[in-house]
């Protein structure tokens, strides 16, 4: 089999700022870096794959690159993908470089089995609409009110937190959208659980706030993350403080909710265990994105059936998606298109991105 590669600069709609990852100055980043894959076996079958490296794992285009470069994929059988992904896990961390051979494998595993991926990981069909949050990045309390006016067909909005000015933000989204339910994700900016307390208390008094996403830093004790909980007057949602199902030790007590996402998980089939490791141990879930392409949001929308709900928005923030796939139009995924179709399902907004600048290893 062989592997190729290349690096697609997806271009934000918006500056786009978070309290883990900002731009020069804190103005927010302009441009994501997302890398494909495409692994083609000798009859010429193939499977496309994607990660969004994220800095703040130690992760970046070029380190998945290096990863890219030590493998040996001559022997390689889209079949044997578990196999593969057993070899895979030995390499320590690198998940994103991980989650887009884990999508390319599965890819063109379900296509050779003729199969939409969901039905080939044996998953129950996800409905043909699913609501999504639309998430408002950090920016200045005016900038936050007209993206929010412009967000009014989304039922159900995100706000970033982790700054001085996190009240004025809110009170600027609360002018534009006075009840609409609201997620709040700080991203770990409160670094003790004093400070994460009185934060979450005084966001509580906006009755439409339904839950507070990754309050503290991943490396808190899960002391501290119950102590949280067993106050906190909103529940809880882990995202960085879980990756992998073998994760959920560390977040049981702690959280109501787990937040999973393919990239920081390792690929479709980790996220699959962590969704179902984290029902089993009683804790709701969401299946969540990185900025993305729709191609890696498609993949994200067919393991849907394992959640609670959604925050599958990643592409809808690009102004130069790669691809057409599970659309989210006014906050609802249209998934119609990707029904039988096998694979991953989505498709090329240009033909020739998938024939040309590649760079192909070994």
């Avoid at 934060?199 to 309050?215: H, M, T, Y």
Wanted: proline share 6%.
């Amino acid at each position: 089999m062989r592997l190729s590669w290349k690096i697609f600069d997806l271009e934000m709609r918006d500056p786009w700022s978070i309290a883990s990852r900002q731009g020069e100055g804190g103005k927010g980043l302009d441009v994501t870096r997302t890398v494909f894959v495409r692994l083609q076996d000798a009859q010429g079958n193939i499977g496309i794959g994607e990660a969004s490296p994220v800095p703040y794992y130690g992760e970046s285009p070029e380190s998945m690159v290096a990863i890219f470069a030590r493998l040996k994929t001559g022997d390689w059988e889209f079949a044997d993908w578990e196999v593969i992904e057993r070899e895979l896990e030995k390499i320590d961390g690198h998940y994103a470089a991980k989650c887009a051979l884990n999508t390319a494998l599965l890819d063109g595993a379900a296509r050779a089995g003729s199969k939409p991926l969901d039905q080939y990981l044996n998953l129950a069909r996800a409905a043909s609409d699913l609501t999504s949050s639309f998430t408002i990045g950090l920016a200045e309390p005016e900038v936050i009110e007209r993206k929010v006016r412009d967000a009014d067909a989304y039922p159900l909005l995100k706000l970033k937190v982790g700054l001085e000015t996190d009240f004025q933000n809110l009170q600027a989204l609360r002018a534009a959208a006075p009840t609409k339910p609201l997620r709040v994700d700080a991203n770990e900016a409160w670094k003790t659980r004093d400070v994460a307390l009185a934060k979450i208390e005084a966001l509580a008094i906006d009755p439409n706030i339904l839950c507070v996403e990754q309050p503290m830093p991943r490396s808190a004790s899960p002391e501290d993350w119950i102590w949280l909980r067993e106050r906190s007057p909103l529940p809880l949602m882990a995202d960085e403080s879980y990756r992998q199902a073998g994760d959920i030790d560390q977040v049981l007590g702690g959280f109501d909710w787990v937040n999973v996402k393919l990239v920081k998980a390792g690929g479709p089939h980790q996220a699959k265990l962590a969704l179902e490791e984290a029902r089993a141990a009683g804790l709701k879930t969401m299946m969540g994105c990185m900025i993305e392409s729709s191609w890696l949001i498609s993949a994200g929308v067919r393991l849907a059936a394992l959640a609670d709900d959604l925050d599958l928005d990643g592409a809808a923030l690009v102004g130069n998606d790669p691809f057409r796939g599970a659309a989210i139009p006014h906050g609802i995924l249209d998934t119609e298109s990707l029904t039988h179709t096998p694979g991953i399902g989505a498709q090329p907004t240009s033909p020739g991105f998938l024939e040309t600048g590649w760079h192909y290893c070994g």
